[in-house]
């Protein structure tokens, strides 16, 4: 599908609007790995939910989600660069300039190590030209716990 199609601004499983099939966007930068993170531990931001090993990570993620997210919203950042959308691999990833790309493929991330700058820069042109679906607002699920210490939360009923 060409990039200037409808997409979605975060890549999330369709079922249940998890994104980054539910690792830990933090945990790449700081384990250098995919690491499962934990419904507990949830954060709800561009419209999907991003779970995290830990709250430490779920905070760091809460001061500055732009710095972990994944760059083009977790598509392929090679398939971005081409001109077309696919859905990264969150198993299948590089840190490059302190972002976190996404791949389809192992032979995507090989291509894209060849000249990273320039297909950084063509996967950033396809991407500008995109609608934007963006939604800034960051969220903590509220729990059972939270509504017995402080009450129902405003419009609950």
């Keep these: 599908m060409p990039a200037n199609a409808q997409h979605q601004s975060v890549v999330t499983d369709p079922l249940t609007g998890v ?9 790449y930068f700081t384990d250098n790995e995919a690491r499962p993170g934990d419904a507990s531990n949830e954060v709800v931001w561009q419209g999907a939910s991003w779970y995290f090993a830990s709250e430490a990570n779920r905070d760091a993620f809460l001061s ?3 710095i972990y997210a994944p760059r083009f919203g977790g598509h392929c950042a090679m398939s971005m ?20 790309l996404l791949f389809y ?19 950033q042109g396809q991407w500008d030209l995109l609608p934007s679906y963006a939604n800034d607002r960051l969220s903590v699920p509220d729990t ?3 509504e017995e210490q402080h009450g129902p939360a405003p419009g609950d009923a």
């Design 105 to 123: 493929s192992v032979g995507n991330r090989e291509a894209f190590s060849a000249n990273p700058n320039i297909a950084l820069v063509r996967g």
């Design 64 to 66: 500055a989600p732009e």
């Design 144 to 146: 059972l716990e939270d």
């Design 19 to 27: 994104a980054l099939s539910g690792y830990d966007p933090v945990a």
């Design 81 to 100: 660069s081409r001109g077309y959308l696919s859905d990264g691999n969150p198993t299948i990833f590089l840190i490059f300039e302190n972002h976190l």
